[in-house]
């Protein structure tokens, strides 16, 4: 059974920092793109990092360039979202989510499409 299971989520003060780890089970890691993405309330789905392709493909929100660090241990079938000099806009429930590498686009505007396994999601609220 593909599972994603997402954890770290919680209240931090702005200015701080939050780990997002996801642990993925069912399925090999490594034979996917992964990807986050968040949803504030009231607001669409975004993409905070996606992959497009293998060949350096990885895009980054604007917003959160130079502050958030996605990363990955096939090792442990884990997947990371570092999060630093969070701020109040950045309150949302963020998600895992992967592609297989079969699928992959050229374009890195297309880098957050067909995300296919989704994890529950965790809440992260950055307020003083």
């Known amino acids: 059974q593909v599972q994603l299971v997402e954890s770290g989520g919680g209240l931090v003060q702005p200015g701080g920092s939050l780990r997002l780890s996801c642990k993925a089970s069912?399925?090999?890691?490594?034979?996917?793109?992964i990807g986050w993405f968040r949803q504030a309330p009231g607001k669409e789905r975004e993409g905070v990092f996606c992959?497009?392709?293998?060949?350096?493909?990885?895009y980054y929100l604007d917003s959160v360039k130079g502050r958030f660090t996605a990363s990955r241990d096939n090792a442990k079938n884990m997947m990371y979202l570092q999060m630093n000099s969070l701020k109040p806009e950045d309150t949302a429930v963020y998600y895992c989510a992967v592609r297989p590498i079969n699928i992959y686009f050229q374009r890195l505007r297309d880098a957050c499409r067909e995300y296919s396994y989704w994890g529950q999601g965790t809440q992260v609220a950055v307020s003083s």
């Open positions: 069912g399925f090999t890691l490594d034979d996917y793109f």
């Open positions: 992959m497009s392709s293998n060949i350096g493909g990885t």
